[in-house]
């Protein structure tokens, strides 16, 4: 920072100019288009391997994969529609759609594409555009300006701002690799636990899920009836996106006469999704540990059992009742598995105590794994807001005073 300050004092001692996008485009300095109609019957006409970029900021932009290019050089995208957000897209070769924006620098000794998709991007921070407003071409020549210092300051913004970018990236893929090795971790653990190689040393019961519990249908809980507070209850949506492995408390409630017309689940039962758009997610359980019965809606079941609840409940994580809930699922786009069907399914059961035991183990290796999700995004959010401080504060440059 000081050697850049340093350089900026010397070389621009009254300032550095500031022009707009359309002044550097009247200049010849750069270009804006936007690209082509390209819809995903094109892509599967045409297949190939040149990428294409539309509008989401989802996977880096990447729209799909197309059997012809049209441009193979260095290049700045955005989003026309929503965001408006700015990609930098090095040497090679790709197309966009017709809602995504492109820039070219056309005089690479007076401007730099790196340090002006730098500018973009943080500015970009600041600008609002929905689908009313559109970052087009035309709007965005007049809203960005364009802090102009010599090439070599630039460049030296470059690489002060590129080790940041790399620095940023390493951190991030350090930690998600940590989390992935948890993860793997825990399966790891899950899967040889419940295993019959693993349990036959403890004397097992092999036999099927209804013969060591009951299934019972959900009924009578809308979505629509949900409150914020009442008698507790489940709806089979929630399932899927507000539990985990277990709970003693509901996330939602409901009025105290359709809690007595429902179906209940009580202190131990498993609470199952039999619904869900995958097979993969279809039958996710959660273990009820409310002190009161809890409401259970439909498109879910609850399980009443005589198994240890946390060693169910990771017994319905497992990929041995994966395997056969795939064979036994039913639907096209929805997933549904019927009580008849999932009671068939083969358990393995060891004696109580090593039940508990292996559901006590499990819980912890889970709290590991879940701790460190919470704290990866905490983490990588706390950088990405150190980086854009440096990004801002370095590219915050002393404009040029008017004569």
Not at 21 to 36: C, I, N, T, Y
Not at 67 to 92: L, Q, V
Request: proline share 3%.
């Amino acid at each position: 920072m000081s050697k850049l300050n340093h350089l900026i004092k010397e070389m621009c001692p009254e300032g550095i100019q500031v022009l707009k996008l359309a002044e550097m485009e009247d200049q010849g300095l750069v270009k804006l288009g936007r690209g082509d109609v390209i819809s995903k019957t094109d892509l599967r006409n045409l297949p190939g391997e040149f990428p294409v970029y539309s509008s989401s900021a989802v996977s880096n932009g990447l729209f799909g994969n197309y059997g012809k290019f049209m441009f193979d050089d260095e290049r700045i995208t955005w989003s026309i529609d929503g965001g408006g957000r700015f990609f930098y897209r090095a040497k090679h070769k790709f197309s966009v759609t017709n809602v995504c924006g492109w820039l070219k620098v056309l005089n690479a000794d007076l401007v730099n594409t790196r340090y002006l998709y730098y500018v973009l991007i943080n500015t970009w921070g600041e600008r609002t555009y929905n689908y009313t407003v559109k970052a087009h071409p035309s709007v965005i020549r007049d809203d960005y300006f364009i802090p102009l210092p010599p090439l070599k300051i630039q460049l030296a913004i470059v690489t002060i701002l590129d080790k940041f970018t790399d620095l940023e990236a390493d951190l991030e893929a350090e930690l998600e690799a940590e989390l992935e090795a948890r993860k793997q971790q825990f399966e790891f653990h899950r899967e040889n636990l419940l295993s019959k190689s693993y349990l036959e040393q403890f004397g097992i019961e092999v036999t099927t899920l209804d013969k060591v519990g009951s299934f019972v249908r959900g009924k009578g809980i809308q979505k629509s009836d949900l409150l914020h507070e009442g008698m507790p209850a489940i709806h089979y949506g929630e399932i899927h996106t507000q539990y985990g492995t277990s709970t003693s408390t509901s996330k939602s409630y409901v009025l105290e006469t359709l809690w007595h017309r429902s179906n209940r689940a009580v202190k131990g039962d498993l609470i199952i999704a039999t619904t869900s758009e995958s097979v993969e997610d279809v039958c996710k359980a959660t273990a009820w540990f409310g002190e009161s019965e809890v409401a259970v809606s439909g498109d879910a079941m609850f399980y009443h059992h005589s198994l240890d609840p946390l060693f169910a409940t990771y017994f319905f994580q497992s990929h041995h009742f994966g395997q056969h809930k795939k064979r036994i699922a039913n639907g096209t786009k929805v997933k549904r598995i019927s009580s008849a069907k999932m009671g068939s399914i083969e358990i393995y059961v060891p004696p109580m105590a090593e039940q508990v035991r292996i559901g006590l183990v499990l819980n912890q290796l889970e709290s590991l794994y879940k701790d460190m999700t919470i704290g990866l995004p905490e983490e990588i959010y706390a950088r990405r807001q150190q980086y854009e401080y440096y990004r801002k504060k370095i590219l915050t440059l002393k404009e040029l005073e008017a004569v």
